[in-house]
């Protein structure tokens, strides 16, 4: 999933998801993997997030980039999830994402964060074009390799999806 577009809204926006779901009891209930914002996330109140605004218990966020660092709100405000809920049964997990900007992975609540890296930390201008070429152009998919990632010429230097 991918999205270019601005989004604006009251709270629990992100751009890929609003909100996850939730099921009391169950463990992991919504996976959110390869996707990709560019879009400016635009809010007025709370839980904005450059891919999920509200990632409920159970949601998985892996192998996810955001390349705006154009996101907006008045509280839990994050790279990749503005609001986190866990529970005694299930907890959100991120792993393996990249973002741009200098926001939280996570704008408020508790999840487990690991991989995630912000490519205006580093000092090459390269490096995130050639951390998603090396880690995340393939993942597994049911015992084999599939492409996801790839960068050309003509957009600016951001990585898209490889079937765009």
């Not at 709270?11 to 099921?23: E, M, N, P, R, T």
């Amino acid at each position: 999933m991918y999205n270019t577009g601005e989004i604006s809204g009251e709270k629990g926006i992100g751009g890929i998801i609003g909100q996850s779901l939730f099921k009391e009891k169950e463990t992991h209930t919504t996976f959110i993997y390869n996707s990709y914002n560019k879009g400016k996330i635009l809010g007025v109140k709370e839980s904005i997030g450059g891919i999920a605004g509200i990632a409920n218990c159970g949601t998985d966020v892996y192998y996810c980039v955001n390349t705006t660092p154009e996101i907006s709100g008045t509280r839990y405000i994050g790279s990749i999830m503005g609001l986190v809920y866990g529970s005694y049964y299930s907890y959100t997990r991120t792993d393996t994402c990249y973002y741009n900007g200098s926001l939280a992975v996570i704008g408020g609540g508790k999840g487990t964060v690991s991989n995630c890296t912000s490519f205006t930390d580093e000092i090459d201008g390269n490096f995130m074009l050639e951390t998603l070429k090396t880690n995340l152009s393939q993942v597994e998919w049911n015992g084999k390799l599939v492409d996801v990632w790839k960068v050309t010429e003509g957009n600016e230097g951001d990585p898209i999806l490889y079937w765009e």
